[in-house]
């Protein structure tokens, strides 16, 4: 009997296609909102001065520290079937607040810094709350297979999104793209409830996937989050992995804006750019996600893929020193981009497949959340300091990249033990 070309191709066991095929699609949901609107982020916020961004990574910081507390208790007491939608739907609100302010030119760098700080943190934590809900229902094994298509799911709503702002930017203002995205949050939330109804018919699934786990909060305290990282030198050390991961791409996309600002003076220009540079990441992202992401983490395990990115972006942060122009901007952005997506964050999100399920939830997020926008805060203002010393922010790369890929081996030790 000929096999499914998609169990082929993925690894997908029979009686799993339902629940991966409605992950995949809350993820394009939620990547597509995203990247309908990061170009039109960066572009608005080159209307000032590139050297205020280390303050709006500042402003990102503080906006973190304030919504840990809430979410912390939202999980503590609601089950996942209720505080899912209340945070998709809560952001979809706030952009419709936004949408007329941007449309009618509303004090337009302050409103453009505000919307930056506010997709900065909108884009951690849908992105976080999505994968902790993954991880909760499924298996270790499982995730080795089937995060890679999962993630593949998503790379195709990276693409979705910044075509549809290639394509309407010239036609229709941002408050436009602000709707489709509202849009396609709410579409995230349905394919959610579906995605976790199919879960729990899987083979092997997690036990977190029967119905009495789905509708039981996750409990704990609010603060979980911060004692299940401080307990666990392997949380512990999945938070300096992203903390050494957000440090190069923070360096990265400053030495970028600061590329873009000199070369590209027009708003709509660099709305373009940047929606082309999300292009590019996309299509790499997805060729890889497609011939390489399930089987790397099956042959080299998850210490090995998460090396990759430290290796990609040491290398990326010297060119980009060494060659500052648009051409050598848009390869690093979007070759970091790409190995991020397609085989970091599954190889990432697969430590997580291993921890108790409040973790999965609480110190996951603090990670995705805090910890990563502490790694902006910190390294922007490093970036600032060395630039105002005359020293390439880009010098320290080697060295971060050297630590880091030590630090996703010893992870990947870690994995092994835990799921052996």
């Known amino acids: 009997m000929a096999r499914n070309p998609l169990h082929a191709v993925f690894e997908v066991r029979p009686g799993e296609g339902a629940a991966v095929a409605w992950a995949a699609a809350t993820f394009f949901a939620v990547l597509a909102a995203y990247f309908v609107l990061r170009p039109v982020r960066d572009a608005l916020v080159l209307d000032g001065d590139p050297a205020f961004i280390p303050w709006l990574f500042t402003a990102t910081f503080i906006a973190m520290i304030a919504i840990a507390p809430p979410w912390g208790w ?24 936004f949408a007329p302010l941007i449309q009618y030119d509303v004090a337009p760098i302050a409103v453009g810094r505000v919307f930056y700080v506010w997709l900065s943190v909108f884009n951690l934590f849908v992105v976080s709350v999505f994968w902790s809900l993954c991880a909760d229902v499924a298996r270790p094994e499982q995730g080795r297979r089937l995060f890679g298509p999962i993630a593949a799911g998503g790379t195709v709503g990276a693409l979705a999104g910044p075509a549809l702002t290639r394509f309407l930017v010239a036609h229709v203002g941002p408050a436009a793209l602000m709707l489709i995205s509202v849009a396609l949050l709410e579409l995230a939330v349905w394919c959610a409830r579906a995605m976790d109804r199919a879960a729990r018919a899987m083979p092997a699934a997690s036990t977190a996937t029967d119905a009495s786990a789905a509708a039981r909060p996750v409990g704990g305290h609010p603060f979980g989050g911060i004692a299940g990282v401080e307990r666990s030198t392997y949380l512990s050390g999945v938070a300096i992995y992203a903390l050494c991961a957000a440090t190069l791409a923070t360096f990265i996309y400053l030495e970028q804006a600061r ?43 998850a210490g090995v893929v998460l090396a990759l990115l430290p290796i990609a972006q040491g290398v990326g942060a010297l060119a980009l020193g060494t060659w500052p122009t648009l051409g050598v901007a848009v390869a690093v952005t979007a070759g970091g981009r790409a190995v991020t997506h397609a ?76 799921t052996s």
């Open 74 to 97: 939202l999980v503590a007491r609601l089950p996942r079937a209720a505080f899912v939608p209340i945070v998709y739907r809560a952001f979809a609100v706030q952009l419709l607040v």
């Open 259 to 301: 590329i873009v600002k000199a070369a590209i003076p027009s708003r709509a220009e660099r709305t373009a750019y940047f929606a082309d540079v999300e292009l590019w990441t996309g299509f790499a992202t997805l060729a890889i996600q497609i011939l390489l992401t399930a089987r790397f983490l099956r042959w080299f395990g």
């Open 343 to 418: 085989l970091s964050r599954p190889g990432r999100e697969l430590l997580f497949t291993a921890v108790p399920r409040e973790d999965k939830y609480k110190a996951k997020n603090l990670i995705d959340t805090y910890v990563y926008r502490f790694g902006d805060f910190g390294s922007a203002w490093m970036f600032r300091g060395l630039a105002d010393a005359g020293v390439a922010g880009v010098a320290v790369a080697g060295p971060v990249a050297i630590v880091w890929a030590g630090l996703a081996l010893a992870l990947g030790v870690g994995l092994r033990r835990r």
